[in-house]
């Protein structure tokens, strides 16, 4: 495998657009995004980390626009600008300043890597506090710090894209920006049904995947959720029954990921786009195997089964027939190991 042209820093910021502002706002600050600041049209918002905007809210037709990496050094962001069909550097003219090199990834998803934004003053986070839990007793005296309403969304911390081709798609990161594939699901035919990939930042441990590159089962392709880390356990539990006070779409959760090991929460914006609160996820290095698994075979530790909204982006006959022949594929995986469990 050949080096990467750079390995990027992390993921900074979606540009997610919606055909009504003030709605799309509104279930943000329900889910926990803070505005940073207005411009124009534009609405940047924040977690309660020091990172500039995680997330651009812009009006359009609903769904994801643009992905944008941080790179390490204006030496790296020169080094994209290179490549057949990225722009020039340009100045990001935007409240956190800095400087962008635009390209389109194999599913013509806008990605912008970025260099030199200004970063923000910390906010409150989540209340935290010990448990006693597992033998030991270490809160004592002392009430649980937990706080009702929206979870505090810390910042950004992965997306999933999915397509026909998740493979190629994820070659194509890999070979630009150094995204590592950290474990992946397979098909019935032996096919990528999701391949997660990190940052590689060497010796130092990151979260499990940055990047999830999924088989889309109507093989369209788009981001199919946007997912973003909360305080803690009672913050993301807090928040998701602040979500559902609010009546807001619950998509899938709480559950555990067997991939990744986060606890996970899924709810649907007005429009339908997908977004994630998680916290406790498992982290990878240079040093880590990739494990490769079974979409038969796969289940996460604990949770509901996922919704059809979660599983299916866009109903078509190719989302029908892949669909069926994945439940088909289920089935004879559960008759085969409780044909086993009865031997
Ligand atoms: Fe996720």
Redesign the pocket.
């Known amino acids: 495998m050949s080096e990467p042209i750079i390995k990027v820093k992390r993921l900074a910021y979606v540009r997610v657009s919606s055909p009504d502002l003030a709605k799309a706002e509104a279930f943000l600050r329900d889910f926990g995004l803070q505005v940073a600041a207005r411009s124009g049209e534009a609405i940047y918002l924040r977690g309660t980390d020091p990172d500039p905007h995680c997330y651009v809210l812009t009006r359009g037709t609903s769904g994801v626009t643009a992905i944008g990496f941080e790179a390490d050094s204006a030496a790296d962001l020169e080094k994209i600008a290179k490549i057949e069909g990225a722009s020039p550097i340009e100045k990001l003219d935007e409240p956190a300043g800095g400087q962008v090199v635009r390209l389109r990834d194999p599913q013509d998803m806008q990605v912008e890597v970025v260099h030199g934004q200004a970063a923000l003053e910390p906010i409150q986070a989540a209340p935290s506090h010990a448990f006693n839990m597992d033998g030991r007793r270490p809160r004592e005296g002392a009430l649980p710090g937990v706080r009702w309403g929206p979870a505090h969304v810390r910042r950004i911390?992965?997306?999933?894209l999915e397509s026909g081709d998740p493979a190629s798609v994820f070659e194509w990161y890999q070979e630009r920006f150094g995204l590592r594939k950290a474990d992946e699901v397979l098909l019935p035919d032996g096919r990528t049904q999701m391949r997660f990939a990190s940052l590689d930042r060497g010796q130092e441990f990151v979260d499990h995947?940055v990047v999830?590159f999924q088989y889309a089962l109507d093989e369209g392709a788009r981001v199919q959720?946007v997912?973003f880390e909360v305080g803690n356990f009672d913050d993301l539990m807090a928040g998701h029954h602040y979500l559902k006070a609010k009546r807001r779409k619950a998509v899938w959760g709480v559950g555990r990921?067997r991939y990744?090991g986060?606890i996970?929460d899924?709810w649907a914006n007005p429009f339908g786009v997908i977004h994630?609160h998680?916290t406790d996820t498992d982290l990878v290095n240079e040093d880590s195997v990739p494990v490769d698994c079974d979409f038969a075979d796969l289940e996460e530790y604990w949770g509901p089964q996922p919704s059809l909204s979660f599983v299916v982006s866009r109903w078509n006959w190719t989302a029908v027939r892949n669909l069926a022949g994945l439940l088909v594929a289920r089935l004879r995986a559960s008759r085969r190991s409780r044909s086993g469990a009865g031997r």
């Open positions: 911390g992965h997306l999933v995947h999830g959720h997912a990921h990744g986060q996970y899924y994630e998680w």
